[in-house]
């Protein structure tokens, strides 16, 4: 069995940061890609950033800049610091991973979302 596990949502003012976590934990072969994502109410959930296991990174245009993502291979956790957040970043923010559970498939698995709120 699989898990992801987020951390570090909360309220933060405009122009605040916030870092989020997110751990797999379980049977666990090899991890390829990591990424965050985040759905606003209303609206389709989106891609924010994501990592392959060698380090590479993309970014949504939206938050180009402002948001790094960074893994720690050994412990099985992605994380994501957000910079000057404004009130459009305010969604639940989703943590994606590429995983074997073992060396035959992989699967996508998603964790239950941290809320992100932006306002003053």
């Known amino acids: 069995q699989v898990q992801l596990v987020e951390s570090g949502g909360g309220l933060v003012q405009p122009g605040g940061s916030l870092r989020l976590s997110c751990e797999v934990s379980?049977?666990?072969?090899?991890?390829?890609?990591m990424g965050w994502y985040r759905q606003a109410p209303g609206k389709q959930r989106e891609l924010v950033a994501t990592?392959?296991?060698?380090?590479?990174?993309n970014y949504a245009d939206s938050v180009q800049g402002r948001v790094t993502i960074s893994r720690d291979n050994a412990k099985n956790t992605v994380y994501l610091q957000m910079n000057f957040l404004k009130p459009e970043d305010t969604a639940v923010y989703y943590c994606?991973?590429?995983?074997?559970?073992?060396?035959?498939?992989?699967?996508?698995?998603w964790g239950q979302g941290t809320q992100v709120t932006v306002s003053s």
């Open positions: 994606n991973a590429r995983i074997w559970p073992t060396y035959r498939t992989a699967n996508d698995y």
């Open positions: 379980g049977r666990i072969f090899s991890i390829d890609d």
């Open positions: 990592i392959s296991s060698g380090g590479r990174t």
